[in-house]
């Protein structure tokens, strides 16, 4: 309601009118015009908290957090109010609290050693060898405990701290070797659960070299004397800190104890020099991110002596190794000391005086669409003139090169600088290698043996079977496994260092179905010299 009042001004010499009757009736109207005004309407709420009763009286649509209030108990950030304090109470209502607290607690518990059985051939049926004592771990782990009203309700770990690593028992079982032992020349070693063993005189005559149960395959390569295995160890540190270690045993006295190199990050290359104990390799820095390293594409070397290791000499500065750089290079020499490279996009010579790096022919990239870069298999020929090399073969249609499934194996001549395809669609993981030279007619002759993909198209995932060819590329055959059997994991084939006694041909020693089989490379007989089913690298000089 709207009361307008008009004033007119009095007439000159009138008096005007009595005003106050008017205000003061207009006052009352205008009073009686206000919304009514109710009372505040108390209820009744019982709050219980902390062993006590109480009860309060709080206005009409107070929530229980405001009961709890009026009743001076005070709530911390973890009590438990039922119902919650957000919740309108009415008349009657009861709240309860209920007290929380947490609490925090460490504690040391011993983590139990496994135990690792490693059959063993050497050994007699039945007998048992203690290689590896296990050692307990030890771990620290924090609780938080949650007590309500004094009443222990949960405990959780959040978190969780490894002081001490557990170390595996490792039981070594006799179990007896059904195959017959093959004469063997030079030193045959390998690599079986991650233990070293060697061959020596037959096949029946092993021994083991390291026994610690560690080493990780990357490298694996028994000196061109034969006095020296050259392997690598896992790190007992986070991979992201450091990924392994390099390590040599002497194969020449019995018991002897491997030795540390103090060299670190080899994943790809450490290759012995033919007429010397010296080792050139490359290096990576370890990383958390897939695949765990960025490669350094340097080269360096180092002398090893009886228990000792020299000083590095760095040969190549770090460097970004061309396309695909950060995957890494790998390494080759030749029976005549000459060093080569391999990488994503080329393989070339390293000039070890000045330290260049000399391309001789570019390889088109892979692109794997993936974390893993694809490098050439290299190897040189006996004559120190050729090096065989698996290169990527353009795509028959639209498809672009890098992208192209075909690979062949190709032979570059370091002298007349010749390049020629010597085996087509071969696979990628072909992984060439020559036999030592022997006598034909007037001549020295070697032979390559190389992998060939069961299914080229498809050969990252593909399994592969064994040709031997003469140096030219001509007289190709398979020889293993059999057209009937399952292919082998791609591997590098290992040429005896002479003939068997005995044989004309050559033998390859190779990794099938996880134990050490040797091939006749004439005839292709096979003859299985193992059967525990843990060989993964082998090599013999």
Not at 24 to 39: E, F, H, I, N, Y
Not at 113 to 131: D, K, M, W
Not at 273 to 287: C, D, G, H, K, L
Not at 352 to 367: A, R, V
Request: glycine share 8%; with cysteine; net charge negative.
């Amino acid at each position: 309601m709207t009361l307008r009042f008009k004033l007119r001004p009095s007439s000159p010499g009138r008096a005007g009118p009595n005003l106050l009757p008017v205000f003061l009736a207009a006052s009352l109207l205008l009073a009686g015009c206000r919304s009514p005004q109710l009372g505040q309407e108390l209820i009744g709420v019982q709050v219980i908290a902390d062993d006590s009763t109480q009860q309060v009286q709080v206005q009409a649509g107070s929530t229980a957090g405001q009961a709890l209030e009026a009743a001076g108990v005070q709530v911390s950030n973890l009590d438990k109010s039922d119902p919650p304090v957000y919740t309108v109470l009415g008349d009657g209502d009861q709240v309860r609290l209920t007290r929380v607290r947490e609490e925090f607690t460490t504690e040391e518990v011993t983590i139990p050693f496994e135990q690792q059985i490693a059959r063993n051939e050497s050994l007699p049926v039945g007998e048992t060898r203690l290689v590896q004592p296990g050692v307990s771990g030890l771990q620290e782990l924090t609780y938080r405990i949650l007590y309500e009203d004094e009443q222990e309700v949960s405990r959780s770990v959040v978190k969780s701290v490894t002081l001490q690593a557990a170390v595996p028992e490792i039981v070594m079982v006799g179990a007896q070797s059904a195959y017959a032992p093959l004469v063997i020349p030079g030193k045959l070693a390998y690599l079986a659960g991650g233990n070293a063993w060697l061959m020596e005189g037959t096949t029946a005559n092993r021994r083991p070299l390291v026994t610690t149960g560690d080493l990780d395959g990357r490298i694996f390569s028994v000196s061109p004397d034969g006095k020296w295995l050259l392997f690598s160890r896992k790190s007992s540190k986070a991979p992201d800190v450091e990924i392994n270690t390099l390590w040599a045993v002497s194969l020449s006295r019995e018991n002897a104890s491997p030795f540390n190199l103090g060299i670190k990050n080899v994943v790809h290359s450490a290759v012995w020099t033919p007429s010397s104990a010296n080792v050139a390799y490359t290096t990576v820095e370890p990383r958390a991110t897939a695949p765990g390293w960025q490669a350094n594409n340097d080269v360096y070397k180092v002398v090893i002596g009886n228990g000792w290791a020299g000083t590095p000499q760095r040969i190549v500065e770090a460097n970004s190794g061309g396309i695909y750089g950060w995957w890494g290079l790998e390494l080759q020499y030749s029976p005549e000391g000459i060093l080569s490279y391999a990488r994503a996009d080329e393989i070339g010579l390293v000039d070890q005086q000045s330290g260049e790096l000399k391309p001789m022919l570019e390889i088109t990239p892979l692109q794997t669409h993936s974390d893993w870069a694809w490098v050439p298999g290299l190897a040189w020929g006996a004559d120190s003139q050729t090096l065989y090399v698996v290169t990527h073969a353009p795509p028959p249609s639209l498809v672009n090169a890098e992208e192209s499934p075909f690979f062949d194996l190709t032979a570059a001549s370091t002298a007349n600088k010749a390049v020629v395809d010597i085996a087509r669609q071969t696979g990628m993981f072909a992984y060439p290698s020559a036999s030592v030279l022997r006598s034909s007619g007037e001549e020295k002759a070697y032979q390559v043996a190389f992998l060939q993909a069961i299914f080229p198209e498809q050969s990252e995932t593909s399994r592969y079977r064994v040709i031997v060819m003469d140096r030219d590329g001509s007289n190709q055959r398979i020889i293993f496994p059999p057209s009937d059997a399952p292919g082998l994991e791609p591997q590098t084939p290992v040429w005896a260092p002479q003939p068997l006694e005995g044989q004309i041909r050559d033998f390859l020693a190779l990794a099938y179905q996880g134990n050490l089989w040797l091939v006749d490379s004439g005839s292709g007989a096979a003859f299985q010299v193992t059967g525990d089913g843990l060989i993964t690298r082998v090599d013999w000089k």
